[in-house]
């Protein structure tokens, strides 16, 4: 496998134009043009980290901190995949966030009037906390097979940011 030497995306070998942002390979340039895509094939196995387990890693546990690594590291910013799962992780994080204020401000003003109503919205809380937990896991399964699914609002923002 080849690596575009424009944005640093894995193609197939033969691939004349780059699939992610439609640059030549320039595979008859002699012994130059073998010289540049080198280091990027010596540069991803010395860091270990394939682009599929960097998405993987955005959506995982460790994700808050992957995250900002992969936006400020070298090898990782320049890779629009890597910067598309970084975002949207980060995006879907902060969103998730401000769900769970928005939920413990809730239960003071419930509590405050019924405490039953609590309850209740403990249990909403733990549906929508469960979900969140699942759209994670298939997250870290989409970027670990190379997909780049867009979720409804925190997608649109990461395509900006790439």
């Known amino acids: 496998m080849a690596f575009c030497p424009g944005c640093g995306t894995q193609v197939a070998d033969g691939t ?3 699939p992610s942002c439609g640059k030549p390979m320039s595979a008859s340039g002699g012994s130059g043009a073998a010289a540049a895509p080198a280091p990027a094939v010596a540069a991803a196995p010395a860091s270990g980290l394939a682009d599929n387990v960097a998405g993987l890693l955005c959506y995982s546990p460790v994700g808050l901190i992957a ?14 995949f890597i910067r598309f799962h970084a975002f949207q992780s980060l995006f879907l994080c902060a969103a998730m966030f401000a769900l769970g204020i928005a939920f413990m ?21 733990l549906i929508i906390w469960l979900g969140s937990l699942v759209l994670f896991v298939m997250m ?20 900006k940011q790439v």
């Open 16 to 18: 004349t134009f780059c």
């Open 67 to 80: 995250d900002i690594i992969f936006l400020v590291t070298d090898p990782y910013k320049s890779n629009k």
């Open 105 to 125: 401000i809730a239960n003071m003003v419930l509590g405050a009037i019924f405490f039953p109503l609590v309850a209740m919205a403990a249990i909403l809380e």
């Open 140 to 159: 870290m399964i989409k970027a670990y097979g190379m997909q780049t699914p867009h979720l409804p609002i925190v997608g649109a923002l990461a395509d």
